[in-house]
């Protein structure tokens, strides 16, 4: 009798492939290895969610280029984002941890530079991480909000407008249900991200064809298609810089695809699967979010007025086109609102995953030491789950968002610095793949070949760019009121990182370190 592919025999025992090779990498297995290839995908696709980034920043799509560079910038951001992809599956095979990215850079820096090359890539992966699951439910808190507005009448109709201290409980209430969730068994976990990806996929194709159908007036397919928006009312009249900013939108969607590298220690035969769940993750959400713009913008047939604050949903450019286009036809937007409860749905999954991610990648790097406190962020509860790496993140996440009391510019920069925190995190690894340990890199299961080093390349090149992309002034004449502060933000973390190496983390951080018994 023949073993799966993704058990390998080591003595006399049938080990799985991925727990061999973390064996041999130096680590025991603690975490409940239980996540099969399909489960591994669900996370990653649900963390992407493509409901969740184009509903919550297609605003700035239209309102940089409108449908051009959405329907072109998609697929521009898609192809670069795919060889990120690609590059960070080839890694993965070789080192699939729970750590990732973090581990990769000190195992690819060479020992020389291994502690450094891992405190810098894992504070960047972790921060862009919690940054990212406090915009996540941060985006569903105002959601719920629009859904509360229309429900009540809608802006024009006397609808309740909730404070920002409202919405800040409102995401509270969604993280402690989110820490109380990823505090259930990972068999548990498993089905609801399966359930969460069918969701995602059901909610994109039910919405592509129902909003435009139920429409009595629609976009034409030159509009859709070759239409670009140049009056923004920012002062930026550049088009070729409208079209950049424009990429937000895309760029946004497309992350938080590392996750699968997370649950690389509770997957089965994780050294293939991960790089699976990584790459098919990433191209179903291409082509799934393709669809979903598609199908909006054929409902779209004045842009200038779904921008408006002054509309029924308060400007909120995709709540506003479903209640309308169900208004218009049956005298009540009803339908419209339950729409937006399935992009809610998706958005609830979406920060799920989130802390799911989040939480593994504390439990790593706080198992090799590298957070304060470490020895009780890495504790696993009798269910194999690391409990207290999920109410830490809960706990961050809930704090981060506070910003949004003081500033809602702060906390926008915040969100951006997610996204550029994890493509930095993304890119030093694969920098380190194809510079330091170019000559010695040992390939998994799944390789690039010969195209590893000029994939590489391009990926890191593509992370370069869309990191000053979202540092430019989205908006003229430049004021405290409308600077982009993500660059000042960005720059403040790096001080902070660098700062806390200097003064005490280069004299005890060794990088990874092995949990073996001897």
């Known amino acids: 009798m023949t073993l799966p592919a993704h058990v390998v025999t080591n003595g006399d025992v049938s080990l799985d492939s991925g727990h061999n090779r973390l064996l041999q990498l130096g680590y025991k297995q603690e975490l409940k290895r239980d996540l099969s290839v399909v489960s591994n995908f669900a996370l990653s696709f649900s963390i992407i969610s493509v409901l969740t980034g184009i509903t919550t920043l297609y605003n700035t799509g239209l309102n940089y280029g409108g449908p051009v560079s959405m329907q072109y910038g998609w697929f521009l951001a898609s192809a670069f984002t795919m060889l990120v992809a690609l590059s960070m599956a080839e890694i993965c095979s070789a080192f699939p941890t ?13 020992s020389k530079w291994a502690p450094f090359a891992s405190w810098i890539t894992g504070w960047f992966n972790i921060i862009g991480l919690w940054a990212g699951t406090t915009s996540v439910d941060f985006s569903l808190a105002q959601l719920i909000q629009v859904i509360i507005l229309l429900s009540t009448g809608g802006k024009n109709g006397g609808g309740y407008v909730a404070s920002k201290y409202v919405i800040i409980a409102i995401h509270g209430a969604i993280l402690l249900l989110h820490g109380i969730i990823n505090s259930l068994p990972i068999s548990l976990l498993s089905f609801l991200g399966q359930l969460s990806a069918i969701w995602n996929v059901f909610g994109v194709f039910v919405l592509m064809i129902l909003i435009p159908s139920v429409a009595t007036e629609r976009a034409s397919n030159k509009f859709v298609f070759t239409h670009f928006n140049a009056e923004n009312g920012d002062g930026i009249n550049s088009r070729p810089c409208m079209f950049l900013l424009g990429l937000l939108m895309s760029q946004y969607t497309l992350s938080g695809y590392d996750a699968s590298a997370h649950m690389t220690e509770e997957t089965k035969g994780a050294d293939r699967n991960g790089p699976k769940g990584i790459i098919s993750a990433v191209g179903i959400s291409i082509i799934v979010g393709w669809g979903y713009i598609i199908g909006i913008t054929y409902a779209v047939t004045d842009i200038p007025y779904l921008l408006s604050e002054n509309n029924d949903a308060g400007g909120y450019a995709i709540a506003e086109i479903f209640y309308q286009v169900f208004k218009t036809r049956y005298g009540n937007g009803i339908g419209g609102i339950i729409c937006l409860g399935i992009v809610a749905v998706a958005i609830f999954f979406c920060g799920m995953g989130s802390v799911t991610s989040v939480s593994r990648m504390a439990y790593a790097f706080s198992r090799d030491g590298a957070m304060p406190f470490s020895s009780l962020w890495h504790k696993v509860n009798n269910q194999d789950v690391p409990i207290y790496a999920v109410w830490l993140s809960v706990f961050i996440s809930f704090c981060m968002a506070l910003t949004s009391l003081g500033s809602i510019v702060a906390f926008e920069a915040m969100v951006s610095i997610a996204v550029i925190d994890l493509y930095i995190a993304y890119a030093l690894p694969i920098f380190f793949r194809v510079t330091l340990a170019r000559k010695y890199f040992v390939p998994g299961p799944f390789n690039l070949g010969r195209y590893g080093i000029i994939v590489g390349w391009v990926a890191v090149i593509w992370v370069v760019i869309i990191s000053i992309l979202f540092s430019l002034p989205v908006s003229y004449p430049i004021t405290i009121e409308t600077l982009n502060y993500t660059p000042v933000a960005l720059g403040c973390l790096i001080i902070l990182i660098l700062s806390y190496w200097i003064l005490s983390g ?13």
Do not use: D, M, Q
């Open 506 to 518: 280069r004299h005890w951080f060794k990088g990874p370190i092995t949990n073996l018994e001897h």
């Open 98 to 110: 729970s750590g990732g990215l973090y581990y990769w850079s000190a195992k690819l820096a060479g």
